[in-house]
C-alpha cells in the first residue's frame, strides 16, 4: 500500500504494515517527522507490554499526554526526577514492582550508527545520577548502535537485528492487536506467548 504523508493517520500505518520490516519501512518512508515520531513510541509502548520477556506489568510515557499511552503522572510513584527533555520517553514497571528508564530512537537510515555522546548523552546522565531507582535502563532502536560507547553497563540496546528477529510475524500480529486494543483469542495468545517466549528470551541472552 502507497501511504499519503497529506493524510496517513497512525491508526493506517499499523492497519496496513503487514509485518514489523513492513512498519518500518513505512515509516522510513514519511516525511511527517511528528508522525514517525509518534508511532515509533506507540510500537515501543505495546512492544514491552507484550514481549513477556521483560516482564513489564504497565508501560509510561513521560511528559505530555500522549493518545493512546498511560502517563506516568497517573501512575502515583513519586521518583523525584525532573523528567523534562532529559531525555527518558518511557517508564516500564515490572511484575515484581521494579522500574525500567527507556529511551527511544527511530532513523530513517537504520544502517546509520547512533553515537552514544552525540544522541544519547543526556539519558546515560540522568540513568547514572538515578541508577538506584533503576533495575536498568533500555535504548530502543530500529538502528545500529555502537553499545560499548556506553560507560554503564546497566544500559542494554534494545533494536537493530535483534529487534527484527524478537518481532517475528506472531509477535507482530500480538502488538497490533495490543495497539487496537482487540486481544487475540485466548488460547491463541497464550500459544504463541509461549513459543515467543522461549525465542525471544534466546535472542536477548545472546545480544
Known amino acids: 500500500m502507497i501511504f499519503n504523508p497529506l493524510n496517513t493517520t497512525i491508526d493506517d500505518i499499523f492497519q496496513n504494515s503487514t509485518s514489523y520490516n513492513h512498519f518500518v ?9 511528528q508522525i514517525k515520531g509518534d508511532a515509533w513510541e506507540l510500537f515501543s509502548y505495546h512492544y514491552f507490554q507484550s514481549d513477556p520477556k521483560f516482564n513489564i506489568k504497565t508501560v509510561y510515557s513521560i511528559g505530555e499526554d500522549k ?23 518511557k517508564i516500564a514497571i515490572t511484575n515484581h514492582g521494579t522500574i525500567i528508564a527507556i529511551q527511544d530512537k527511530f532513523r530513517r537510515n537504520n544502517s ?3 553515537g552514544w555522546k ?5 539519558f546515560e546522565a540522568l540513568f547514572g545520577r538515578c541508577i538506584d531507582k533503576f533495575e536498568y535502563g533500555i535504548l530502543f532502536t530500529n538502528s545500529v548502535v555502537d553499545t560499548k560507547l556506553s560507560q554503564n553497563d546497566r544500559i542494554v540496546t534494545v533494536g537493530g537485528a535483534s529487534l527484527t528477529q524478537s518481532v517475528d510475524q506472531n509477535m507482530w500480529e500480538i502488538i497490533k492487536a495490543s495497539y487496537f486494543n482487540k486481544p487475540l483469542r485466548s488460547e491463541e495468545h497464550t500459544s504463541e506467548l509461549q513459543s515467543h517466549s522461549f525465542i525471544s528470551y534466546a535472542v536477548f541472552c545472546l545480544k
Open 25 to 33: 519501512d513505512v515509516l522510513s518512508n514519511l516525511s511527517h517527522t
Open 67 to 89: 493518545e493512546g499511552m498511560n502517563n506516568f503522572s497517573s501512575a502515583g510513584i513519586d521518583l523525584n526526577i525532573s523528567f523534562c527533555d532529559e531525555g527518558i520517553d
Open 112 to 114: 546509520k550508527q547512533i
Open 118 to 122: 552525540e544522541h544519547l548523552a543526556t
